[in-house]
């Protein structure tokens, strides 16, 4: 294994301080092109860690030129899919640390389909706009709640068909191509390679 830093693992203890510029990558950033709603929310933001009883998660990230790095954390009800408490750990900037705390308000009391219509665009209404260099936090906000529901799905026991219906992906659009980590993509992974294993004829036609 490489010498990068682990971002899919916390380690078991971490202080945390709330700093200004406690997350930020580069020390010297400040606090330059914050908007007051973001830097509020980053001040007293209440849905950190995992919720209790939290049964789905997902992971999206990247790792060049600074680690930013969004987990997020759901309580859904299996009868009736709506996402009844979610809360979420990051690494990086203010900017992922607001985007991600004004998810966990958004979908909260949402439907798994009505979590899935969350846009860029409301992330950074809810926010207050997010600097010039750091709108792909807004991006890894949206598909980290792609990715949850991804998760649920397929610890229902759903296949990759299924999934991709469910939760298209586009391995050469933008956002995808944003997302250096998504457990989206490795879930999807994962389901192909168990395709290959199970009809092995197939995989080498």
């Known amino acids: 294994m490489g010498e990068g830093r682990d971002i899919y693992h916390e380690p078991p203890q971490r202080v945390l301080l709330r700093t200004a510029d406690v997350y930020q990558t580069e020390v010297d950033d400040g606090v330059a092109g914050y908007s007051e709603k973001l830097l509020a929310i980053v001040a007293d933001y209440r849905n950190g860690g995992r919720p209790e009883g939290y049964n789905v998660q997902s992971m999206v990230g990247k790792s060049k030129r600074g680690e930013v790095a969004f987990r997020l954390f759901a309580r859904v009800n299996p009868g009736t899919r709506v ?17 991600a705390s004004a998810t966990c308000s958004m979908i909260e009391g949402r439907t798994l389909a009505e979590a899935l219509a969350l846009t860029t665009d409301e992330v950074r209404e809810a926010v207050g706009g997010v600097p010039a260099g750091k709108a792909n936090t807004l991006t890894f906000a949206v598909e980290a709640v792609r990715a949850l529901v991804g998760d649920f799905l397929v610890r229902e026991g759903a296949g990759l068909p299924k999934l991709d219906a469910a939760v298209p992906c586009d391995s ?34």
């Open 83 to 99: 996402i009844e408490a979610a809360g979420f750990k990051t690494r990086g900037c203010l900017a992922m640390t607001a985007c």
């Open 172 to 205: 050469y659009g933008v956002a995808c191509l944003m997302c250096e980590h998504c457990s989206l993509r490795d879930i999807r992974t994962d389901l192909l390679v168990s395709s290959w294993e199970d009809e092995p004829e197939a995989a080498c036609a």
